[in-house]
């Protein structure tokens, strides 16, 4: 099999990463797509950095058997903690979510403005965002704040419910008017978007990590010479746990059609 006719794996804890799965989907309907959620072990967000690491390597060399041609990290907690490892240990090219939030946040924003990055606790603990804000946008102001409860709002298919709307002004409303810029720093976070917006009134433009990590990988993969020519192409799903649950809430959610889900436990 040529190179570029191998599959794009991804990955993500949960249900998230399926946001950047949907764009890419979209983006480049020749490719076989391999995803990966680690429903077994999902929320990575309170998580020890050891653990979110432990958990990455074993999904990456998972993935790396099926003999994939790129990987995208679809998990800004993984992006964050264990991204350098991971390249580490991989001979194809590895895409976190990070760096293209963060190149698509500093389009959006004006000199010296102000961006707002949620995430899980554990990216926001991390530091990456405001790490890599300060080296690509001197000048640029950073606040970060952790959202815990999103997470498991997402993954209980709670995405329109009063509940999330309580989350979302709990956490963001003391930020309403204070930002130019809100950056989704969590593949799960895209399915709030609406919510979000709202809390944060309309000053504030929203940034999707999820979109931004699929732009940058159709970039780099043709960049590359790895974009497959094929017309349409397949998509695989395997999860650690619970299938069915996993399948119907793609379905609830983002309307994704998953067929039959594999389970591959660790
Ligand atoms: N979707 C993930 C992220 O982007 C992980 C969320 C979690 O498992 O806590 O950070």
Redesign the pocket.
């Known amino acids: 099999m040529k190179n570029r006719e191998r599959p794009i794996g991804i990955f ?3 249900l ?2 399926l946001t950047v799965f949907k764009e890419l989907r979209a983006l480049l309907p020749g490719e076989d797509l391999v995803y990966f959620g680690d429903t077994a072990r ?5 998580k020890s950095p050891e653990a979110v690491l432990a958990f990455s390597k074993e999904i990456t060399a998972y993935l790396l058997e099926k003999k994939i041609k790129f990987l995208i990290v679809a ?3 993984a992006s964050s903690l264990a991204l350098e490892e991971i390249r580490g240990l991989s001979p194809v090219p590895v895409l976190g ?1 990070i760096e293209p939030g963060v190149e698509a946040a500093l389009k959006a924003v004006p000199a010296g403005g102000r961006v707002l990055v949620t ?2 606790s554990a ?1 926001v603990n991390s530091r990456a965002y405001s790490r890599a804000l300060a080296a690509a946008g001197p000048g640029i102001k950073v606040a970060e704040k952790a959202c815990p409860l999103f ?1 498991p709002l997402v993954e209980e298919g709670w995405c329109a419910r009063p509940a999330a709307a309580i989350a979302a002004r709990e956490y963001l409303a003391p930020f309403r008017g204070k930002a130019d810029v809100l950056i989704l720093g ?3 976070y895209p399915l709030l978007k609406k919510v979000i917006a709202r809390v944060m009134g309309p000053r504030t433009r929203i940034v999707d990590s999820a979109l931004a990590a699929a732009r940058a990988a159709l970039a780099q993969l043709s960049g590359l010479g790895l974009l497959n020519p094929a017309r349409r192409g397949s998509s695989e799903f395997i999860v650690s746990d619970a299938p069915a649950r996993f399948s119907e809430l793609a379905y609830k959610l983002l309307r994704i059609r998953t067929g039959k889900v594999a389970v591959k436990r660790f």
Do not use: A, K, L
């Open positions: 993500d804890s949960g998230g990463g999902v929320p990575y967000g309170t998990c800004n907690t979510v995430g899980t990216t997470v969590c593949t799960h």
